[in-house]
Structures are given as structure tokens and as C-alpha cells.
Nanobody, 126 residues
């Protein structure tokens, strides 16, 4: 059974940094393409970042470019999302998602992914 478990969410002030983690189990980690999505209340789930297995193809939502960085830790079967300079528009539930094939489009869609974590809440408030 494939499991993706997120952690690292919290309540922070604008400008703060946070690192989310997603631990993968039940599937060969090196064969899983991982993306991060977020969903704010009343809004659709949207892709925040995505990286292919080789790390040479990445996607970042325009609003987070230069602030968020996705990375893989092969030793710990983990994917991280480093979030710097958090802004008031960043609060949402953040999900990691996995699929065993490359995402076939420039901007990933939720329907491109087969496996999902339950999400971790990120709140930004002054």
C-alpha cells in the first residue's frame, strides 16, 4: 500500500520560513514522481511544485517562484518543500502527491497523480 505522509505545517508570521516533508512508503521511491499541491478554503486544489525523478524538470507556481524549493532525499524516501518568505496568500492545506509516470503537461493537475497524503495545514498570520 502506497503511503505519503506530510508533516511540518504550522502557524507562522509573514516572512517566516517553513519546511514541509513528505515520507513515501510502499512504493520504490526512485520511481515515484512527486508534486506538492495546496488548497485554500473555497478554492480549487492547485499545483505548487513538481519535480521529475531526475530533477531536471521542475515546475513552480508563479506566485511561489524564488521562495519555495522542492527537493528529494533518497536516503530517507522523502520529498521536502522549503518555503521561505511566507506571504498572506500562502495559507492552505498542503498535500504531496505521487505518480509512477511523468506528468504529461507543463502545469500539473491533481488528476495527474494517483497517490495522495492527507495534507498538512499552513497558516500565516500576523
Amino acid at each position: 500500500q502506497v503511503q505519503l505522509v506530510e508533516s511540518g505545517g504550522g502557524l507562522l508570521q509573514p516572512g517566516a520560513s517553513l519546511r514541509l516533508s513528505c515520507v513515501v512508503s510502499g512504493f520504490p521511491f526512485d520511481s515515484l514522481y512527486i508534486g506538492w499541491f495546496r488548497q485554500a478554503p473555497g478554492k480549487e486544489r492547485e499545483a505548487v511544485s513538481y519535480m521529475n525523478i531526475g530533477g531536471d524538470i521542475t515546475y513552480y507556481k508563479r506566485a511561489v517562484r524564488g521562495r519555495f524549493t522542492q527537493s528529494r532525499d533518497h536516503a530517507k524516501n522523502s520529498v521536502h518543500l522549503q518555503m521561505n518568505n511566507l506571504k498572506p496568500e500562502d495559507p492552505a492545506v498542503y498535500f504531496c502527491a505521487g505518480v509512477d509516470r511523468p506528468v504529461p503537461r507543463a502545469i500539473p493537475l491533481p488528476s495527474d497523480f494517483d497517490y495522495w497524503g492527507v495534507g498538512t495545514q499552513v497558516t500565516v498570520s500576523s
